[in-house]
């Protein structure tokens, strides 16, 4: 079992910026792949960003350019960098991780990023 805890959302104005953290605990070696998420209301939950093993890294289209998901692997912790913040990106951020052999996935309680106009 892998538990994960976000932490750093808030309110912020357009052009601001959040810096999110993901911590994990558990069975943290059987992790391949980190990710974060985020589901805005009345919206599916879409990728935003997620980092695999080697450090490859994978953006959804509308944060390209504006956000950096980074890991310290000492630290078990996961981040998402935001900048240039907008107002639809306004959502609850949840923090994904998918174990390498049977690709079970776990899934924090979600932190809210609400971007003010």
């Known amino acids: 079992q892998v538990q994960l805890m976000e932490s750093g959302g808030g309110l912020v104005q357009a052009g601001g910026s959040l810096r999110l953290f993901c911590a994990s605990s558990?069975?943290?070696?059987?992790?391949?792949?980190r990710g974060w998420y985020r589901q805005a209301p009345g919206k599916q939950r879409e990728l935003v960003a997620v980092?695999?093993?080697?450090?490859?890294?994978n953006y959804a289209d509308s944060v390209k350019g504006r956000f950096t998901i980074s890991r310290d692997n000492a630290k078990n912790t996961v981040y998402l960098q935001m900048n240039s913040l907008k107002p639809e990106d306004t959502a609850v951020y949840y923090c994904?991780?998918?174990?390498?052999?049977?690709?079970?996935?776990?899934w924090g309680q979600g932190t809210q990023v609400t971007v003010s106009s």
């Open positions: 994904n991780a998918v174990t390498r052999l049977t690709r079970t996935q776990f």
């Open positions: 558990g069975s943290t070696a059987s992790i391949t792949e």
């Open positions: 980092i695999r093993s080697g450090g490859f890294t």
